[in-house]
């Protein structure tokens, strides 16, 4: 059966600088009778505020945006394009 044998641990972190923040993804792989092996994959991302994401929308052209709650476990946006 595959996987027999091994583990696999994977957590990731969020270092935020200023609007913009650094997430790491780390994965543990553990195999019977090996030591452990570590990987992490890092990627940055740019954080925007749900108002702002809105006000783009808008200036891209984009009628009727709102934001949806309780529909999702995060808001939803939805708007029209002209």
Do not use: C, H
Request: zero cysteines.
């Amino acid at each position: 059966m595959p996987g027999r044998g091994k583990r696999v641990v994977l957590f990731q972190t969020w270092e935020f600088r200023g609007n913009r923040y650094i997430l790491s993804l780390y994965r543990i792989e553990e195999r019977k009778g090996r030591g452990p092996r570590v990987s992490v994959l890092r990627t940055r991302y740019y954080a925007v505020s749900t108002a702002v994401l809105m006000r783009l929308m808008r200036q891209a052209g984009f009628t009727g945006v709102r934001q949806l709650d309780s529909v999702y476990f995060q808001p939803v946006l939805v708007g029209r394009r002209r």
